[in-house]
């Protein structure tokens, strides 16, 4: 039983997976985890700190070596639809042009409404190594990076600067990832250094959790101007798409 106030001291990476490892979803009665793994390319950016802390659990949370982001992507995304949106793989790739091979797999989630969570690193939060290795150079705004092309393709953006930011990210990219409307991709920028940073993070933050995806009845009235228009019609049609399924 965890004590109240209890603390654990992890890196912001050990931190993330430790938490993607305590998610599971009710389906069918049957309690499985939310994430099912990922899908990688490492270098720069993603090697070091996320690297490691995905090796001990590789059994529970498998990661597949991708040779191409964009396909690594895609694959994410068939697997949530395969799954009805109710579980989700992650992509992790290098700061610049790897991260940025998984726009268009991106834009094609966040139209098709698929979860699909990116943990894809960026540049050094201290900028004391400036420039770094493809790094994309906004000499107008050191700020700005390749990680902010994905905000118009993503339901959920965020970029860690701190380890303490994960307690309230992490929780609202899930559920912005299980919302049953607006479900959608969700990107979490990890600069290099902040990777790496330890921080005393709440030891019940990680407790098992099971979920439950809402299933918001019909309303009653439009289920009634429906069966009219059917019913009137001279040659009736039901044209059923994905929400047909997912709900």
Request: proline share 7%.
């Amino acid at each position: 039983m965890t004590a109240p106030g209890e603390t654990i001291r992890l890196t912001v990476a050990q931190a993330i997976v430790r938490y993607l490892m305590g998610q599971f979803i009710e389906i069918d009665g049957i309690e499985t985890r939310i994430c099912g793994g990922g899908f990688g390319i490492f270098g720069h950016g993603n090697v070091p700190c996320l690297g490691e802390a995905l090796y001990p659990v590789q059994q529970e949370m498998p990661l597949y070596r991708g040779q191409n982001e964009q396909s690594m992507g895609f694959a994410a995304a068939a697997y949530a639809k395969y799954h009805l949106r109710r579980r989700f793989m992650f992509c992790t790739a290098s700061a610049g042009p790897g991260t940025a091979n998984l726009l268009t797999a991106s834009a094609l989630a966040h139209a098709n409404r698929l979860p699909m969570l990116m943990l894809c690193g960026d540049t050094f939060l201290t900028r004391l190594p400036d420039p770094v290795l493809q790094q994309l150079e906004h000499f107008g705004d050191p700020t700005l990076g390749v990680n902010d092309a994905f905000k118009p393709v993503t339901r959920f953006w965020d970029r860690i600067t701190h380890p303490a930011q994960i307690i309230q990210s992490l929780p609202a990219a899930l559920a912005t990832m299980l919302d049953p409307a607006d479900c959608g991709p969700a990107f979490l920028g990890l600069p290099q250094d902040v990777q790496g940073w330890a921080y005393d993070y709440p030891v019940e933050f990680f407790n098992r959790r099971v979920h439950r995806i809402r299933r918001q009845a019909p309303d009653t009235a439009e289920i009634v101007d429906a069966a009219a228009v059917l019913k009137n019609a001279k040659r009736p049609m039901i044209i059923a798409g994905g929400g047909v399924q997912y709900s």
